[in-house]
């Protein structure tokens, strides 16, 4: 043989090596997180290839993620040595999305049919909603979203549903009908319907999926505890017949059953293939034996459990990190601190994650690392400032802040189109560069010396003229009036109009609320700043304008949810507090409550080396502010596990109390002495301060009346003030 099996095995333990090396037939490969579940996949596929001699074009392996399906590819890539042409390797979405592109007309779609995200799709079932004459107050638009997307991961069109004399059935349903009317009307279709779609396809047209069973003889599917009712339905239709199905997955790593996700099918799979092969992994790679024994006392605490204990023969390695912080500035302070602090003793930037439960924690995370300069990137979600026609609007408004604006300039110079093109703009650049000038100034120039063709000069005229136009016109405005007229006078407004389809709604609604962030933003009194300048920062902090580009070394930040199977030397799990993770929606239901365990079991499984948890006291979310207890996920690994750093002694304690072993010397060593010397005031006390808001001591230099202390303001941020000037009041 050209393949040698030894070497394919060499680097896999007995287990794996009897998964990777099964007979053809199924497989169920049941274990815990980090034992090496996708490795087992991506050997196996290797293994199919090069020792049984299976085609490449016949394999169908299906993952959660891109990202993680972008990883396999590679992977595979890698041991093969060659690109596997013809291979299926995606998400069950990115898979349906192909066959119905291909089977377009038999789906009974659209040919140019549009995906609608999930954005898009609240907006049109809000416009459903409207059309009905429903009350919106009374029949939130998320919330029947919320029902139809529900109904069909469980494979229910309206004509399966049957309301009875239930009235929030039986508008729901009448919501889901003229919502689907609306679909197929617009061309437009959504993620849970691309499945569902797919699925109806097959079983409409027996021929098409005779095709695909004879075509995908080996089908392999990691993080099989996350399929849906949907998907599920798809493996036993493409699975007859076949040759092959090894599904791998971790019941305890099971997050997506808000989303339809079934646990179950891990059961249903042995009862569907009942002479399915039950392969078990043990052995953790991952992480240090102290990372491991907190997840398994952590996930202990879950019910009904298939149940499985993972070692590791590696030592205990460092302690889990446990910081309390008064806010969440300080929190972000803290794990900013701390990440300048590893990566100085070698460890790189895309070695570190900080993972949290909501989106919305990233946002002072994010201001925190770009204060410090640091590179981080953000994955999944598209923030607002970030959507392509809003960073378009801003671009105006910062030519109108300020000519010289090169990326500005670029962005909206041909935007809407106006007949300028990649030549002109490139000898634009060119005259820039050349004479130092910015584009703007080498834009007049060039028209002024005659040196352009006369329709580019022209365009590029008028340009000129509606910027100056517009700036003479509205700066004086108040801001969202500003952005008003610079949304309809720059064009932008009519040109997404002019466009068809969902998409462009939702480009010129977004333009819209646009002028509605201006107008939030005009209570934020800045006193350095003009409002507009003020707003754009915003704009830029929020857009991320600085977050690293895709091949910069970077923080990795991301949800819980996005971080399932991947792992990183360092992880920092923020927001460990109850009512935010668990989040307060689960607490009422045990079976969301063990969702969010497992959420957690996930986050702590993520880190390799070092693990780092932390908790604000008080937190502003949501635009209000809450009082906070540690989370129960902390309190239920062992605190011998855990290093506590701590301020002071005199902050409240609700972790570890006086029982707890982990003591209360901070372990950074930064605070011996809880009293500012010879003023009254000490660490972690609460001050006000007349411009700056209220605030918590953090750290102090010197005594009495030349002491210094920093303040973590909760509006500002932390500063360092003179005691005898601040005129601090104590809270
Ligand atoms: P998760 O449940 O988080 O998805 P997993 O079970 O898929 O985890 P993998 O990501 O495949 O686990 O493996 C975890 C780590 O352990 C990887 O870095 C992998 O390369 C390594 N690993 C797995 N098996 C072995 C082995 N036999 N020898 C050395 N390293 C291994
Ligand atoms: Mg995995």
Request: glycine share 8%.
């Amino acid at each position: 043989a050209r393949f040698d099996p030894e070497l394919l095995l060499a680097s896999l333990n007995d287990a794996q090596c009897q998964a990777v090396a099964a007979p053809l037939g199924r497989q169920l490969v049941l274990a815990g997180a980090g034992s090496g579940k996708t490795r087992v996949l991506v050997h196996r596929i290797a293994w199919l290839i090069q020792i049984v001699n299976a085609s490449p074009y016949s394999i169908l392996s299906v993952t959660f993620t891109n990202k993680a399906a972008a990883e396999m590819r590679h992977r595979i890539e890698q041991m093969l040595g060659l690109n596997p042409n013809g291979m299926w390797v995606g998400t069950f979405h990115g898979l349906a999305h192909r066959i119905l592109r291909a089977h377009w007309q038999e789906a009974g779609l659209a040919e140019n049919f549009q995906i609608l995200d999930s954005d898009d799709q609240q907006r049109l079932v809000k416009r459903v909603i409207r059309e009905l004459g429903l009350d919106e107050q009374r029949w939130p638009a998320k919330q029947a979203q919320w029902f139809i997307n529900g109904q069909k991961d469980e494979g229910l069109r309206p004509k399966n549903i049957q309301a009875g004399g239930d009235l929030f059935l039986a508008t729901m349903l009448k919501i889901y009908e003229a919502y689907e009317a609306a679909c197929a009307r617009t061309g437009v279709i959504d993620f849970a319907e691309l499945l569902l779609r797919a699925l109806d396809l097959w079983r409409d047209n027996p021929g098409l999926l005779a095709h695909y069973q004879q075509r995908f003889k080996h089908i392999l599917v990691d993080e099989f505890q996350d399929t849906n009712a949907v998907q599920y339905a798809w493996l036993r239709f493409l699975a007859k017949g076949g040759e092959s199905l090894m599904v791998v997955g971790d019941d305890d790593q099971s997050i997506y059953g808000w989303r339809g996700a079934k646990i179950e099918n891990i059961q249903q799979y042995s009862s569907d293939f009942p002479d399915a092969q039950m392969i078990r992994l043990e052995q953790n790679y991952r992480s240090t034996a102290g990372i491991l024994k907190a997840a398994n006392a952590l996930i202990a605490n879950n019910n009904g459990r298939l149940g499985k204990e993972l070692w590791t023969d590696g030592d205990d390695g460092e302690p889990l990190c446990l910081y309390a912080a008064f806010n969440e500035h300080d929190e972000a302070r803290y794990v900013v601190e701390s990440i300048e602090r590893a990566l100085k003793t070698g460890l790189s930037r895309s070695e570190i994650a900080i993972l949290y439960r909501s989106n919305a924690q990233s946002r002072v995370l994010e201001e925190a690392l770009l204060r410090e300069k640091i590179p981080y990137r953000i994955y999944g979600g598209q923030r607002f400032f970030e959507r392509a026609e809003i960073k378009n609007a801003v671009a105006y408004l910062r030519l109108l802040d300020g000519r010289h604006n090169d990326a500005a300039l670029e962005r909206v110079i041909n935007v809407p189109t106006r007949g300028v093109g990649e030549k002109t703009i490139e000898a634009i650049r060119e005259h820039a560069r050349h004479s130092e000038l910015s584009m703007w100034a080498a834009m007049q120039q060039l028209i002024a010396n005659k040196a352009l063709p006369g329709r580019a000069a022209g365009a590029l005229a008028a340009f000129v003229e509606l910027i100056e136009n517009l700036a003479a016109k509205v700066l004086d405005m108040p801001l969202h009036l500003m952005a008003q007229t610079v949304i309809e006078q720059s064009g932008l407004i009519a040109w997404h109009k002019a466009e068809k389809g969902e998409k462009a709604q939702a480009r010129v609604e977004n333009l819209e609320e646009l002028v509605s962030a201006a107008r939030n933003f005009e209570n934020n009194e800045e006193e350095e700043m003009s409002p507009l300048a003020a707003f754009l920062t915003h704009a830029s902090l929020e857009a991320g304008d600085t977050q690293a580009d895709e091949h910069e070394e970077s923080i990795q930040l991301m949800t819980l949810h996005s971080a399932k199977g991947l792992e990183f030397p360092m992880v920092f799990l923020v927001g460990m507090e109850e009512g935010l993770f668990p989040h307060k929606m689960s607490l009422e239901e045990p079976g969301r409550l063990e969702e969010e365990r497992r959420l957690a079991y996930v986050g702590v499984t993520r880190a390799m080396q070092h693990l780092v948890l932390t908790y604000a006291e008080t937190r502003r979310l949501y635009g209000s502010e809450t009082y906070n207890k540690v989370s129960r996920f902390v309190r239920e690994i062992p605190p011998a596990l855990i290093q506590e750093v701590r301020l002071s002694n005199s902050v409240s304690r609700p972790y570890g109390s006086s029982s707890s072993s982990s003591g209360s010397t901070s372990s950074m060593g930064m605070f011996a002495n809880a009293e500012v010397p010879d003023t009254g005031f000490r660490l972690g006390q609460h001050v006000r301060h007349a411009l700056f808001g209220d605030g918590v001591i953090l750290n102090f230099e010197g005594s009495g009346a030349q002491a210094r202390v920093q303040v973590n303001f909760e509006a500002e941020g932390s500063k360092w003030l003179m005691l005898g000037y601040a005129k601090l009041e104590a809270l």
